[in-house]
């Protein structure tokens, strides 16, 4: 039997550090495989997916700007890729292309590890941003019973789409009333594109938040953002975004390789290494 071969679908793609993640775990648990990157162009994305089988692809993960043609094309998708639309883990099973969305599953245990019982509570949950992580972001947060999850955005109907993800507990403001949220907020959440390298910083009041409040940035390039290092200063717990793309990655790994993977702090060391050394490489979500 050939080897099971995966890769990372993007446009561009170059920058994922997907392939750094499986690598490791193909090599730490000694099995035959390869994963690696597969720049297609949103023309072409149609055909080199229902290739897969043809040409020796077990699956793949799926970043920008293929997330929702993914979701279009599979046979069978699961609970979280049918709510959100958008497909970013692809599996062959007896000739049928199964898709799952697994950001969601990233997000919480992200939380889970990095700030034990910080959901205990739930209360209220602010995220900031309404595109596709987001959207995840407010189901998690909704599926782990928070009372309200306000979401934050510039454009008003983003934001209220991504609110309706939560049914009754959802509620879209902008950013004019953030203010009013915050000193109630027992998590705060960026889902928005600032803070990343090459980007503005996020100008949030952090002052406002209870010490209790826990924040956590879906940004991981640069690991240690202005939002993270002034809620550390603020003392509050604060949890960075490179988790969420490790936890993200294993159900994929599993389905693929035959083999559910650790992650370890061997694993995010390694990545950690890769982002120091490529500092301005944008960062994705696979
Ligand atoms: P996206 O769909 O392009 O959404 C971008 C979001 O950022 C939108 O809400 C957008 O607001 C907001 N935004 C961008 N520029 C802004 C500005 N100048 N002022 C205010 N809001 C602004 O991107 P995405 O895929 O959801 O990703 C969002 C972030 O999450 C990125 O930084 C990405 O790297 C990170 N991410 C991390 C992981 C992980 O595993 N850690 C996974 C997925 C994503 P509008 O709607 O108003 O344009």
Do not use: C
Not at 144 to 157: A, I, L, M, P, Q
Not at 191 to 197: D, F, H, I, Q, R
């Amino acid at each position: 039997m050939n080897a099971s071969r995966a890769v990372v679908l993007g446009y561009p793609v170059r920058h994922s550090r997907s392939p750094i993640v499986h690598g490791h775990w193909l090599k730490t648990y000694g099995l035959e495989g390869s994963y690696e990157h597969a720049e297609v162009a949103p023309e072409n994305f149609p055909d080199f997916v229902r290739g897969f089988e043809a040409d020796g692809i077990v699956g793949g993960n799926v970043t920008i700007p293929h997330k929702e043609a993914a979701f279009a094309l599979v046979d069978e998708a699961d609970e979280e890729a049918a709510a959100l639309g958008a497909v970013n883990t692809l599996w062959l099973d007896h000739g049928k292309l199964h898709g799952a969305n697994t950001d969601g599953l990233g997000f919480l245990a992200n939380l889970d590890v990095g700030a034990p019982g910080w959901a205990k509570d739930r209360g209220v949950a602010v995220v900031l941003g309404a595109g596709g992580a987001a959207l995840s972001v407010v189901r998690a947060l909704a599926g782990r019973g928070f009372d309200k999850v306000v979401v934050v955005n510039r454009t008003s109907s983003r934001a209220e789409k991504a609110a309706r993800l939560a049914g009754s507990a959802g509620l879209a403001i902008g950013y004019d009333e953030v203010w009013r949220w915050l000193p109630s907020a027992n998590v705060v959440v960026n889902a928005t594109a600032l803070g990343m390298t090459g980007k503005d910083p996020l100008d949030l009041h952090i002052g406002e938040l209870a010490q209790e409040a826990v924040v956590n940035d879906l940004v991981y390039v640069p690991l240690v953002t202005n939002l993270i290092a002034s809620a550390r200063a603020n003392g509050n717990h604060a949890v960075d975004g490179l988790g969420m793309l490790l936890h993200q990655a294993v159900p994929g790994f599993e389905r693929w390789f035959g083999v559910r993977p650790e992650v370890t702090e061997e694993l995010r060391s390694l990545v950690i290494a890769d982002i120091e050394g490529r500092s301005g490489s944008a960062p994705t979500s696979a």
